[in-house]
């Protein structure tokens, strides 16, 4: 722990644009158009007043950034955190691009977040505060402009809360406008597990790859969250074996194996998983470093630094985070002959069926879970060929595959519709 608080985080902006110039850079792009990739579109910051429940008022400051809209709208989840930032959010938006364009779906990026700690907040004042956000975004959101989704600290009833915001400024519904929805407004099924099933489903085609079995395989998972228990569970299901897991207070580690469901259940009821039965307690930095074949950051950004790098022993990274990774830790990582499935494939499950979600908005017409679960697992299966394609035929690491391809992707269309006016 005490390593982790001397060494400053990484702005992952700085991080985002690093990584966007390796793979310009090998793609020989000009100048004119690294410009335009490299920098968002639209960035809009908003200080709004909330009632707090006491009848006192409190200003928040939330951000929302679009990256691109030359594919499409932007899309890209809203996050309640203390620790938000611009830097922060507009990395993400430019994460959200690449993502998009490396499964081949028509969106932009975009992203937004409130400096708040919703644990400090009553489920009202949260209400509140997610309805005047919408307000203050309704502009700039829309099913043809900007789709937001849900991410860190918010879930389907805050967005349930803004889409019906929109929708009463508007005075007609408009399910189109936002994803992860309940599925009574318009949610699609399996849009709950749809992160971690993409996941899976690269990961099974990366063991393919790498002549690995995920029978037996030992699964290490840092962050017990929505995205890091279902993956889990599913690569449980597939026979591997998980060793340790952590949550934000701490993790377990057992090499005889955990079952997720039951430390799922355990954490529910004591708020951790720390303490679980016939399990040793082990710290979110020492977790990333227990020896095993598939190691799942699905915690927050930059905890794979040059600071603990060497000391990763693992075959395979399925990152369910969004930059969890640093550029130099990756150069280490590929160096070791570690295959780090970036976040911009092995997460986009979730952003994929959110697309299903807003097409079956668009129609009106909706599709059964084992369809959605069927289109998803073929979108992700392409798209971790295209990525291990490019990879190898550059002699890159696929993090560097994947933005070469995505950028490569989005460079064509704006080249294609060209400069306007």
């Known amino acids: 722990m005490a390593e982790k608080e001397i060494h400053e985080k990484p702005n992952p902006y700085q991080i985002a644009v690093e990584q966007f110039m390796t793979a310009a850079d090998k793609l020989n792009l000009d100048e004119g158009m690294k410009q335009i990739l490299s920098q968002p579109k639209r960035e809009l910051t908003v200080h709004f007043p909330v009632r707090m429940d006491d009848g006192s008022y409190r200003v928040f400051t939330g951000f929302r950034v679009q990256h691109s809209v030359t594919v499409g709208p932007a ?4 996050r309640y955190h203390q620790d938000v930032t611009l830097d922060e959010v507009k990395a993400l938006a430019m994460w959200m691009t690449w993502k998009c364009a490396t499964v081949g779906i028509p969106y932009g990026g975009g992203k937004g977040g409130v400096i708040v700690d919703p644990k400090q907040h009553s489920l009202t004042e949260i209400e509140r505060l997610t309805r005047r ?3 203050e975004l309704s502009p700039i959101i829309g099913p043809e402009i900007d789709i937001p989704a849900p991410d860190v600290n918010t879930n389907s009833q805050t967005m349930a809360w803004f889409m019906d915001t929109i929708s009463m400024l508007r005075g007609y519904p408009v399910p189109g406008l936002i994803t992860g929805k309940p599925i009574g407004i318009g949610g699609s099924l399996g849009r709950n597990e749809a992160t971690a099933r993409g996941l899976q489903f690269v990961t099974r085609e990366a063991a393919k790859a790498k002549g690995m079995s995920l029978q037996g395989a030992r699964v290490v998972v840092q962050g017990f969250g929505n ?3 279902i993956a889990a569970r599913l690569l449980s299901e597939d026979g591997a074996i998980v060793i340790a897991a952590s949550d934000s207070r701490g993790g377990i580690v057992n090499t005889k194996g955990i079952d997720s469901n039951s430390a799922l259940r355990y954490k529910q009821e004591h708020g951790t998983l720390s303490g679980f039965g016939g399990s040793d307690d082990i710290s979110n930095e020492e977790i990333l470093e227990v020896e095993c074949d598939i190691l ?18 693992t075959k395979l990274i399925s990152e369910a985070a969004n930059g969890p990774t640093t550029p130099e830790a990756d150069r280490i990582l590929f160096e070791k002959g570690i295959m780090v499935l970036p976040d911009i494939l092995a997460n986009a499950g979730g952003v994929t069926v959110s697309y299903f979600e807003w ?3 668009i129609q009106g017409y909706y599709w059964a879970e084992d369809e959605v679960n069927k289109k998803l697992e073929r979108v992700m299966q392409q798209a971790f060929r295209d990525v291990h394609e490019t990879a190898g035929n550059n002699s890159v690491d696929m993090r560097t595959g994947a933005y070469m391809l995505a950028i490569s992707r989005v460079a064509e269309v704006t080249r294609m519709r060209g400069i306007f006016p």
Not at 296 to 313: C, F, G
């Open 75 to 78: 899309k890209g989840g809203i």
């Open 133 to 135: 956000f919408a307000a």
């Open 227 to 229: 995205a890091g228990s």
């Open 296 to 313: 799942v950051p699905a915690a927050l950004e930059s905890v794979i630094t040059t600071h603990n790098a060497d000391r990763i022993k």
């Open 359 to 361: 097409a079956q908005n």
